[in-house]
């Protein structure tokens, strides 16, 4: 579905742009009969894959059957996001909070070799997935964020790893890209881009060539964890497995993980061809680029010298269920575009060609979770809160261990069973969502304009703190 808003050239859809600059493999049929297989994985976004990638790498003889909702793999955020491929070290003050010192560097650490592992990935198989290392910059937009980024400057300095985190002043992210908006900043220089769908093709093709049976249009009506393995049914067949695997993203709000997720939207726009400009501002380096608010803008450039500026101040769906605005939101687009041309003045009057967007996974912590299902013969993964692109990676290599009934490094990581809040049921959740959404909306507004925020907007920002929940990094 296409609909044309205000802007008739630009097209906003639910699919976006990357996945229609990827191509359209041919799809795998549905699953039609039953099968039996060693392991079972349920959702054919990066979790998934890479699950399944590394299950079949570590066990060649086994069977590992992956289902897939949509017509092709990669539909879901994974081919839609905005593309930053990094590792945690913005989020290790946090984690190092929650987990403690030694297990926080772990994953750290852990995030960290993923992101050269997909850099790896894609040329060892001749994967375009336009992987270029970048430096992954947080900059401050307001006074009152300056500095946002110093607990986890300190974090890395006090866990002896001060290079993965450094402070940049107003010049030199200016040096880097120059926005009247830009004050200081810090930098993450171990990241990397890519564009996201070709990421989700390549990582499905390399599936297929391994022997994975992948099954599309395969959405899973029901699942069953009993003592003798793991069942999924679909419309069409069952398959039957010794142990499984749930990455299906937001869509565990509807399942296992209701207590355990808020579900977010995300949204991005996408400029046409503007090298001149980009040239202009000295945006030239690759640098993805984040402000420090908690309702988050990133924005990155393309090989082609576009620019995608994303949002992450998109409504929250009541129960998990989008209706379809997690993907298309005339009004949260309108918002981001503005938003994009307070941070880049020159483009006014440029065409934003394309604009999408898509649910987020949020978890009370910000950060992933793998949660054991009772049984212990399933484990699913979510709560990526926006940050997948790379963690995705180090989390499936620990759930391809942990399917396979192995105990090692990567299923000792923190984020194994981690305790975390849980959240209120609906409508409680909802209501108290959308209500601190929009005082953070109001609080960041005033903030940008150099103003005091309002006392109520104030209050109900604070609410997440209050209650164990993080919001920001
Ligand atoms: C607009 C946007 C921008 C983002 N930008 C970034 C970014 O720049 N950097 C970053 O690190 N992260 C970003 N993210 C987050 C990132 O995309 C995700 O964290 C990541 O893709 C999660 O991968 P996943 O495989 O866990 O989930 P998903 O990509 O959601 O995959 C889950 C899959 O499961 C399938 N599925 C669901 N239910 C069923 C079922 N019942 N049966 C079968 N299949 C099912 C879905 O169709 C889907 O393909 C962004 C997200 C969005 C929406």
Redesign the pocket.
């Known amino acids: 579905m296409t609909r044309v808003l205000e802007n008739p050239r630009m097209q906003h859809t639910r699919l976006g742009y990357w996945i229609e600059e990827a191509g359209k493999p041919e799809p795998r049929g549905p699953l039609g009969d039953r099968v039996d297989a060693d392991v079972l994985v ?8 890479w699950s399944a990638l590394y299950a079949k790498q570590l066990e060649p003889e086994a069977r590992v059957v992956l ?4 017509p092709v ?14 590792a945690m070290w913005f989020s290790l003050a946090s984690m190092r909070e929650r987990w403690g010192d030694v297990p926080a560097l772990q994953v750290a650490q852990a995030a960290e070799q993923a992101v050269a592992r997909i850099g790896g990935f894609c040329e060892e198989h001749g994967v375009d997935a336009w992987f270029k290392p970048a430096g992954y910059l947080q900059v401050s937009t307001a006074p009152a964020h300056d500095g946002s980024w110093g607990r986890a400057l300190q974090a890395c300095r006090e866990l002896g790893v001060p290079e993965m985190l450094q402070p940049l002043s107003a010049a030199e992210v200016a040096a880097r890209c120059k926005s009247p908006a830009f004050r200081g900043g810090a930098v993450s220089p171990t990241s990397a881009t890519v564009q ?1 769908a070709r990421l989700a093709l390549g990582l499905r093709e390399q599936l297929l060539g391994a022997g994975v049976e992948v099954f599309e249009s ?4 029901s699942f069953r964890e009993g003592d003798d393995g793991v069942e999924a049914r ?1 419309a069409g067949g069952s398959v039957h497995a010794s142990r499984g695997v749930l ?5 565990a709000k509807r399942g296992p993980l209701r207590s355990r997720l808020t579900v977010a ?4 726009v996408l400029t046409e061809p503007v090298p001149e400009l980009l040239e202009e501002i000295g945006w030239t380096n690759g640098d ?1 680029i984040t402000d420090s608010r908690s309702l988050l803008h ?1 924005f ?1 450039t393309t090989r082609d010298g576009r620019i995608a500026f ?1 949002w992450g101040g998109g409504r929250i769906a009541m129960g998990g269920r989008t209706k379809g605005r ?1 993907e298309v939101d005339a009004d949260v687009i309108a918002a981001a575009t503005e938003h994009l041309y307070d941070y880049f003045p020159a483009l006014r009057g440029r065409r934003i060609s394309h604009a ?6 949020a978890s009370p912590t910000h950060l992933p979770a793998v949660t054991t299902l009772p049984g212990s013969r399933a484990w699913v ?2 709560g ?9 990676n180090m ?1 499936g290599r620990t759930l391809a261990s942990l399917v396979l009934g192995r105990a090692d490094e990567h299923t000792n990581l923190a984020f194994v069973d981690a305790k975390a809040p849980r959240v209120p049921p609906e409508p409680f959740h909802w209501i108290g969502g959308e209500a601190i959404r929009l005082g953070l909306l109001k609080k960041e507004e005033a903030e940008m304009d150099g103003h005091q925020p309002g006392r109520v907007a104030s209050a109900v920002a604070k609410v997440p703190e209050l209650i164990g929940f993080h919001i920001g990094r």
């Not at 395969?218 to 009506?221: A, D, F, G, R």
């Not at 939207?265 to 991005?268: D, R």
Request: hydrophobic share 25%; proline share 8%; glycine share 24%.
């Open positions: 349920i959702g054919g976004g990066y979790t998934g894959m289902l897939e909702a949509e793999c990669g539909r879901g955020p994974s081919g839609r996001n905005g593309g930053f491929c990094n996201p395969s959405p899973v009506s679909t990455a299906i993203g937001s869509a939207s995300s949204h991005i993805c990133y990155r994303g997690a999408w967007g898509g649910p987020i996974d993964a979510a990526y809160t926006g940050n997948g692109v790379g963690p995705s989390v």
